[in-house]
T-cell receptor, first 115, second 116 residues
Framework: KAGVTQTPRYLIKTRGQQVTLSCSPI?????VSWYQQTPGQGLQFLFE???????NKGNFPGRFSGRQFSNSRSEMNVSTLELGDSALYLC??????????????FGPGTRLTVL | DQQVKQNSPSLSVQEGRISILNCDYT??????FLWYKKYPAEGPTFLIS?????DKNEDGRFTVFLNKSAKHLSLHIVPSQPGDSAVYFC???????????????FGKGTKLSVKP
């Protein structure tokens, strides 16, 4: 079974630009979450999508947005990029089942550098 | 305010010995506690979890202990192997509200180095 894939793997942008990152979850997984990893803040939850609906959102400004398509693939968008947006952006997918912990499977991430 | 804290940014252990990674949390409203391992240039991979109603969970060389009164979590790796060298993240899943599954809260990680 193929794992979570993220494209592109590396990206360089300049301040003020916008960027779109893509994530393909494991086949059959309907929940997709996004995280930002920086040296100072560690791994921080951005948002979660399930059945094309945003189900939960972390504490990030409105410049960060996302969506999910009917095939569960997801994209996240960052507008008006700032230097502080330089980070590793990780996508994770999971099955949705009632009760218990549903393991999240992470992709390799997209390394975004803002100059 | 950090809800999950890993106070040791790094740990070095000799091969064959025990590695103990620690984690503290501030909020008791968590359902599950998890450990993830991360190698460079890869995403985190799930290692082991423990429910908030238990105090120990074991999987092979890995054991997680939960001390609810101290709000403390630890991961024991015995025996440690060079391939265990990675960054280990403690994480928790808040009580499931609205059906949300994905909002894990992570510590900042501890880099474990196992020397041959």
């Amino acid at each position: 079974k193929a794992g979570v894939t993220q494209t592109p793997r590396y990206l360089i942008k300049t301040r003020g630009q916008q960027v779109t990152l893509s994530c393909s979850p494991i086949s059959g997984h309907r929940s997709v979450s996004w995280y930002q990893q920086t040296p100072g803040q560690g791994l921080q939850f951005l948002f979660e999508y399930f059945s094309e609906t945003q189900r939960n959102k972390g504490n990030f400004p409105g410049r960060f947005s996302g969506r999910q398509f009917s095939n569960s693939r997801s994209e996240m968008n960052v507008s008006t990029l700032e230097l502080g947006d330089s980070a590793l952006y990780l996508c994770a997918s999971s099955l949705v089942a009632s009760g218990g912990y549903n393991e999240q499977f992470f992709g390799p991430g997209t390394r975004l550098t803002v100059l | 305010d950090q809800q999950v804290k890993q106070n040791s940014p790094s740990l070095s252990v000799q091969e064959g010995r025990i590695s103990i990674l620690n984690c503290d949390y501030t909020n008791s409203m968590f359902d599950y506690f998890l450990w993830y391992k991360k190698y460079p240039a890869e995403g985190p991979t799930f290692l082991i979890s423990i429910s908030s109603i238990k105090d120990k969970n074991e999987d092979g060389r890995f054991t997680v202990f939960l001390n609810k009164s101290a709000k403390h979590l630890s991961l024991h790796i015995v025996p440690s192997q060079p391939g265990d060298s990675a960054v280990y993240f403690c994480a928790t899943q808040p009580q499931n509200y609205g059906g949300s599954q994905g909002n894990l809260i992570f510590g900042k990680g501890t880099k474990l180095s196992v020397k041959p």
